[in-house]
């Protein structure tokens, strides 16, 4: 017996994502003006926003979709940092070209870190990526030509002679320190783009479908052709290489490093874990709206000193307690609305009917 | 033609041997059905033989090649598929993903090329209807048909079924029959682990008795079934 029906199709789109879509270019041809409109400190602000996400975004990667627990990512945002520092001051790098040399020396650093840390399970990796990322520190702490543990600055000139900024002066009329903000803030918003643009290409690709599968039992994984470790380690050295960009870039704008600010887990792994836990861990969409929040806390809290700390701790366990899958997830599972669909939903053939599936994650 | 040959397969954990000198071999094509007391060590051999478990000693061929060093996944990829006795779905993926994710790996074809025949399977298995719903949501019958419909999906010349039938009802019990036959007819090997004999020896050509590690029989359903050693150990029968 042959039944007449139409042929299977697979689907990821979703009403809402194709909204997100038209919204999300409007959103950033704004963000792209924002300079010419809104003051040096909003820039400075938006900055800060878009790195947190970049490293939010990586973090979720590896914990959410690679199953790696790290509690040492600032070992890429310091290396990241001090590489830019030395390729600039000591080499005379121009700035621009540095920071993606920071990047590939943060993946340089990964690839002896991974060997260490990937023979250890669940919260032994855990530990084992933070005294990675402590060792790091005390060893740059000694490089005296940067500073040593007091740290050093960047020279004037670097930024200000910097690649494009007298570009941006001669076209915009801006001032130098203008100028250079305004580069940076551009770097990160593109940087936020390519970063979020790749792993909703990875997700939708048959090596995220595969990643998603180790995460959730890699047992399982390796039984029906996954190469696990392959995947992790691709994922580990890829999270590396962007979060050595994000921190040259971070260190670029702040022009002053030091290797306790540089390597400090909580602005660079605590934060950013905060980010990723109350917003929705697993799904593009929670690191954006987490770090939204983070920022409005911040600011809201800013004039509490140590009680700002204490009140984060308190949200953070009350997420957790009440939306295990963050705010997003509790959102996204009331009203099934998928901004960066990555669910593959089969339709036609004899199914009358489709079901709705939650993200993932 | 031999598709799967061990020869003196031995593993020990600690004092206890769960593996000593295994020998047999599986041709094209056949169903082996494999009996033995709880903590005979059945489940121990699937994992030997697909390599999630290292031999301590002996040696392993899969379709002529040597594998008793070679990973789980590359067993895999030259055509071993098997099934968990404790069903391990991918819980936050839907039924429909966790047979693309095998289909593509698997077969090391892209997605949109097993999209297809991993909706057959689905039809074939009967989950269709659950093809959009998360796997983590499936009810135990769901979650065993999950097993070998994910393992089908790899495309595998031999397929190692553990317990499928365990703890399923009488008419569920049947339709899984009626499907397994159906891929052994279409010319699969099978190696099954089960204590429904009656479900095991309406499909199997040959049963082995497994005790404490030791092949202690291996033949015809129904000579194995009439010794006396597999009357004594495994059916607790006075003889």
Request: proline share 4%; aromatic share 8%; net charge neutral.
């Amino acid at each position: 017996m042959t039944l007449a029906n139409p042929p299977f199709t697979v689907e990821t789109r979703t009403r809402a994502s194709q909204l997100f879509a038209i919204a999300a270019i409007l959103v950033l041809v704004i963000a792209f003006a924002a300079p010419f409109i809104v003051s040096r400190s909003i820039i400075q602000d938006l900055f800060f926003i878009l790195t947190m996400l970049v490293l939010a975004q990586n973090w979720n990667l590896l914990a959410g979709y690679a199953g790696l627990i790290s509690v040492g990512q600032q070992v890429f945002v310091g290396f990241g940092g001090y590489a830019l520092f030395g390729c600039v001051s000591l080499l005379g790098i121009d700035p621009l070209p540095a920071i993606l040399i920071a990047g590939l020396f943060s993946v340089a650093l990964a690839i002896p870190t991974a060997f260490f840390t990937f023979r250890l399970y669940g919260p032994y990796f855990a530990i084992g990526t933070w005294v990675v990322a402590e060792v790091v520190r005390l060893l740059l702490a000694q490089w005296k030509a940067l500073g040593g543990g007091t740290g050093t600055s960047l020279p004037r000139e670097a930024t200000r002679d910097m690649m494009g900024v007298d570009l941006m002066r001669d076209l915009f009329g801006m001032k130098a320190a203008q100028a250079s903000d305004a580069l940076t803030y551009w770097l990160a918003l593109i940087l936020v783009i390519a970063t979020i643009g790749f792993i909703y290409r990875l997700l939708r690709s048959k090596q995220g479908l595969g990643l998603a599968a180790v995460r959730d039992n890699e047992q399982a994984a390796r039984a029906v052709g996954v190469d696990a470790r392959r995947m992790k380690a691709m994922v580990y050295l890829t999270t590396a290489f962007i979060t050595g960009v994000a921190g040259a870039l971070i260190y670029l704008q702040k022009a002053r490093i030091s290797p306790d600010a540089a390597f400090s887990v909580v602005d660079w792994t605590a934060y950013v874990i905060f980010i990723v836990v109350i917003g929705g861990i697993g799904t593009i969409e929670g690191p954006i709206l987490g770090v939204i929040l983070f920022f409005l806390l911040q600011t809201i809290l800013a004039d509490y000193g140590s009680w700002y700390l204490l009140m984060l701790g308190l949200i953070g366990i009350v997420v957790m307690l009440f939306a295990p899958r963050g705010l997003w997830g509790l959102f996204s599972d009331r009203t099934g609305i998928q901004l960066f669909p990555v669910r593959r939903r089969l339709k036609g053939g004899p199914l009358g009917h489709s079901i709705k599936g939650g993200p993932h994650g | 033609m031999e598709i799967l040959e061990l020869d003196g397969i031995c593993k020990t954990f600690g004092a206890l041997t769960v593996a000593d000198q295994i020998s047999f071999a599986v041709s094209e094509g056949e169903a082996l059905g494999i009996i033995g007391p709880n903590g005979a060590g059945k489940s121990t051999l699937f994992n030997l033989i697909t390599g999630n478990i290292a031999t301590d000693s002996g040696a392993i061929r899969f379709r002529g090649r040597d594998v008793t060093r070679t990973p789980p996944m590359a067993r895999c990829l030259s055509g071993m598929g098997r099934t968990f006795q404790i069903p391990q779905p991918f819980e936050k993926l839907t039924v429909f993903e966790n047979l693309l994710v095998a289909g593509a790996f698997g077969s090391e074809r892209g997605e949109a090329d097993v999209a297809d025949r991993c909706a057959e399977i689905l039809v074939d298995t009967g989950l269709i209807d659950k093809a959009n719903v998360l796997a983590g949501s499936l009810s135990l019958l769901e979650r065993k048909r999950l097993e070998l419909a994910r393992a089908l999906a790899t495309e595998p010349k031999l397929l190692l079924l553990d317990e499928i039938a365990g703890g399923l009802t009488e008419g569920e019990c049947r339709s899984l029959v009626a499907t397994i036959r159906a891929i052994h007819a279409r010319g699969v090997a099978v190696i099954w682990i089960e204590h429904v004999l009656h479900a095991l020896n309406s499909v199997v050509e040959r049963l082995l008795v497994l005790h404490f590690g030791k092949v202690i029989g291996i033949g015809k359903p129904e000579e194995i079934m009439a010794s006396r050693d597999v009357r004594e150990i495994y059916l607790g029968i006075e003889v």
